[in-house]
């Protein structure tokens, strides 16, 4: 009966005969190499299903990446903007996913579907290391810290943008994470200073 068994299962597999056949007068090399094909024969599909899952995945954040850039394209041509805007907001868009494989998840719902309490604590664990790493903030209680810390707002530029022009009224101070930042004349030559990630400036 056993022996049936084992070329049963070499016939469901579809291993062949011939090229895996055991002593037929040793039963328990008979059992083995039953037990052998039946673990092959589930352990192939699934390595197979486990890599066909990752490519989908990856595929997943290609498509969302594409579907969101026509979307801003046709949005953009809809709307009539001119080309240098356009361009503009492609090449942000593009940076924007580069830099940090599209939006950041964990503040998206830290603005939106949690509670109150919930995202105040979100939004605290993000953002306090930031104040405390300013020597301004150094005199500040926690309590001050915590509040200030849930009126922060992350916010990303490309390369060019302009953060603050000549002549405009500051109503925000503004802490550099990434990236460089020049601080230049009016004339838009002369550079006085270039600050470096954890710099800040506004104040």
Request: charged content about 15%; proline content about 4%; aromatic content about 10%.
């Amino acid at each position: 009966y056993l022996r049936s068994v084992y070329y049963a299962i070499v016939g469901m597999s579809t291993v062949g005969y011939g090229d895996i056949k055991p002593d037929p007068s040793n039963m328990l090399e008979t059992n083995f190499s039953s037990c052998m094909i039946l673990f092959g024969g589930l352990l192939l599909p699934a390595i197979v299903g486990g890599l066909a899952s990752l490519m989908a995945d990856l595929n997943k954040d290609i498509r969302e990446y594409r579907a969101k850039f026509s979307e801003l394209r046709l949005s953009m041509q809809r709307q009539k903007l001119n080309q240098p805007l356009q361009h503009a907001l492609l090449q942000y868009h593009n940076y924007i996913w580069t830099r940090q494989n599209g939006a950041d998840e964990l503040l998206s719902l830290a603005a939106s579907t949690l509670p109150h309490t919930l995202r105040a604590r979100v939004c605290v664990a993000i953002r306090l290391p930031v104040l405390t790493r300013c020597p301004i903030f150094e005199s500040c209680t926690e309590v001050i810290k915590r509040a200030i810390a849930l009126y922060l707002m992350p916010e990303t530029y490309s390369e060019g943008d302009l953060v603050i022009q000549f002549g405009d009224h500051g109503e925000a101070m503004h802490f550099l994470l990434t990236g460089t930042v020049q601080v230049v004349a009016e004339n838009n030559v002369t550079i006085y200073a270039t600050l470096k990630a954890g710099c800040y400036f506004g104040e």
